[in-house]
């Protein structure tokens, strides 16, 4: 099916088309997107129900921790206007596990 | 087994360099732009401490009994090799401030009971207590952190203190003869697969009692408190929620009956640091909609205007009993042979509740033995410090409504201990034929809180039948709503 899509989407007629016919022809495409999205979510939804193979211990949150003494500098650099998203590019403040350039605090 | 790492990037980390307390000021350079308002408080850190770090003067939330820092100047080395080396020569020469002594002083072969004398002692889990079979005694080992000490404050560790039972395993060690103090005989014992024997002339059973260097005995054992019964409930229960798209050999195979009683060796760390985050988060500063495109394409579209900042934040971590897998065979890391990720998943232990060894805990059920040392962990283990950090910063940071990039971190280790730990599973595993390389799947009950999770294998076309039937019935229902759409267009 997502060949077909990609065949449809690359036929010059296929542009011509969406371009002549305004904002109604965008629901011709509705039966081609639906289909392959519930297909995918209902397979891996039941794949990862049966292997879990995303679970994992949340030590991070589950472990005893205390934390004190802390410093916190913020510093305005800039702005950055326009943007499309509502979150900023490479935002990682919510996955813990992904490492980055590791300092030597001192 | 993996090579030890020769210089591990956090063993000689430089002591940070902390201002004097009272006086503030943070550990990066004074900042130079305006400083946004303080994050609310979490609870976690006193609201004095929130964003006031930047102001000279301004008293820094501390430990309950925490001294002014009075940390040794320049790095500490830990885990180094060298440390390693003079934690070893210090152990040699009785220095008890690097490396606690969890040995129960018994020799091996016999292990009496305290009452009568006897050695046909087993652990109950009617009575959750080690048992005497001849005088119905019944007692448990002392708790092993009030035993030996290990229940110290971490925010008082300095270097790296190693329980006797983490030392470097032995790999050549196989073979333990025992002599029966009962009747004089020598008895060999396999110790890569037991740490009992009966005595062949007069019955008695004889044991390892002694740290023998080939991780099979451990500092401290967290007894089974789950019963077998109820953990083949849990299973059944479990596997029975997933038999509609389970693979037929699975169901026609499945018995639960077949789960075994497993101690898995853990390492239990608890580590005194400093941490240090740095990166970039962003503001909203204004919300608008702009017309963008021509003609029938023209339309509305969001657009975000956000201020960015540089970030940084600092601040010192006690972590108490972080597990880490100790056996090369259960590690998380791996699931290519097995579905490891399922003993990883049903933690947490309560490992604070673990009694000093004796081997009579093991008796009925299996053991793995440990095979990584500390060396050949610690590198997971400091991952495992940054990603901790890198949870509790997320309060301190939740003004920045576009989200934080951190591009560097880093902590510096001031203390760490050590203790290995056997913790109680309830584990059925399948082995997979069907697939490539027979994967084994477990389900996992932990022994001691009942959290059970598993692996099942799936029957792929069942899956796949259900999954086209789905999409058809959303393709047609999108269709038809699509050609009402195309008509109203």
């Given amino acids: 099916m997502l060949p077909l899509l990609a065949e449809l989407a690359a036929d010059p007629a296929t542009t011509m088309l969406l371009a002549d016919s305004g904002d109604g022809v965008i629901g011709v495409t509705f039966p081609f997107l639906a289909g392959p999205a519930v297909f995918a979510a209902v397979y891996g939804g039941i794949y990862r129900y049966y292997r879990n193979t995303d679970k994992r211990h949340l030590f991070e949150k589950e472990t005893d921790v205390a934390v004190g003494n802390l410093q916190q500098q913020d510093r305005k650099v800039g702005t950055n206007n326009r943007q499309r998203s509502r979150s900023m590019s490479g935002r990682n403040d919510t996955d813990h596990l992904e490492r980055v350039r590791r300092i030597s605090p001192g | ?489």
């Avoid at chain 2, 002591?15 to 503030?24: K, L, N, T, V, Y």
């Avoid at chain 2, 479990?238 to 018995?255: I, L, S, W």
């Avoid at chain 2, 440990?370 to 940054?386: A, I, S, T, Y």
């Avoid at chain 2, 509790?392 to 760490?416: F, L, N, Q």
């Fill in chain 2, 1 to 489: 087994m993996s090579e030890p790492p020769q210089r591990p990037p956090w063993a000689r980390p430089d002591q940070p360099a902390r201002p004097p307390q009272g006086q503030g000021g943070p550990v990066p350079p004074a900042p130079s732009g305006p400083v946004p308002p303080p994050p609310p408080g979490d609870g976690r850190f006193p609201a004095g401490a929130s964003g006031g770090a930047t102001g000279a003067g301004q008293q820094m939330p501390h430990w309950p009994g925490q001294q002014p820092p009075s940390a040794p100047a320049g790095g500490q080395p830990l885990l180094g090799d060298e440390a390693m080396a003079g934690a070893a020569d210090a152990a040699r020469r009785g220095f008890a401030d690097r490396i606690i002594d969890t040995s129960s002083g018994r020799d091996d072969g016999l292990n009496k009971c305290p009452r009568c004398g006897s050695t046909d002692i087993h652990y109950s889990l009617t009575a959750k207590a080690l048992f005497c079979g001849y005088c119905r005694n019944t007692w448990n080992e002392e708790n092993a952190e009030q035993a030996f000490g290990l229940d110290s404050s971490i925010a008082e560790l300095r270097g790296h203190t190693m329980a006797s039972g983490t030392s470097d395993v032995r790999e050549d060690l196989t073979v333990v003869t025992l002599k029966c103090q009962g009747c004089g005989a020598e008895v060999v014992i396999n110790v890569e697969q037991q740490t009992h024997a009966r005595c062949h002339w007069c019955r008695q059973t004889l044991s390892i009692n002694s740290q023998i260097p080939n991780g099979a005995v451990p500092d401290a054992v967290l007894p089974f408190q789950l019963t077998r019964e109820e953990a083949v409930q849990r299973i059944d229960a479990f596997a029975g929620k997933r038999k509609g798209f389970a693979h037929g050999r699975f169901k026609r195979e499945f018995v639960p009956d077949n789960v075994m009683g497993v101690y898995i060796p853990y390492m239990v760390v608890d580590g005194n640091m400093h941490a240090v985050l740095r990166g970039t988060g962003e503001v909203t500063t204004r919300q608008y909609t702009v017309r963008v495109g021509s003609g029938d394409n023209a339309r509305n579209e969001p657009r975000y205007d956000a201020d960015v900042y540089s970030v940084q934040r600092a601040f010192d971590l006690l972590v108490d009993d972080l597990t880490v897998e100790s056996a090369a065979r259960y590690s998380a890391q791996d699931n290519s042979a097995a579905t490891n990720n399922i003993l990883h998943a049903v933690q947490p232990y309560d490992v604070e509740n673990a009694v000093a060894y004796n081997s009579h805990y093991l008796k009925g059920f299996t053991s793995e033995r440990r095979d990584l040392n500390v060396r050949d962990v610690d590198d997971q283990v400091e991952d495992k410090f940054l990603a901790i950090a890198r949870a509790k910063a997320g309060p301190t940071v939740s003004r920045y409504d576009r989200g934080v990039r951190w591009t560097e971190e880093g902590v510096a280790v001031h203390g760490t201990r050590w203790v290995t730990v056997y913790v109680p599973v309830w584990l059925y595993s399948y082995a997979d034929s069907a697939s490539g390389g027979g994967l084994v799947h477990y389900i996992a009950v932990n022994a001691r809180n009942g959290n059970t999770m598993g692996s099942v294998p799936v029957s792929h076309p069942k899956i796949f039948a259900v999954a086209c039937a789905a999409g058809t019935v959303a393709a047609a229902v999108a269709a038809v709503v699509g050609f009402g759409w195309f008509l109203m267009g």
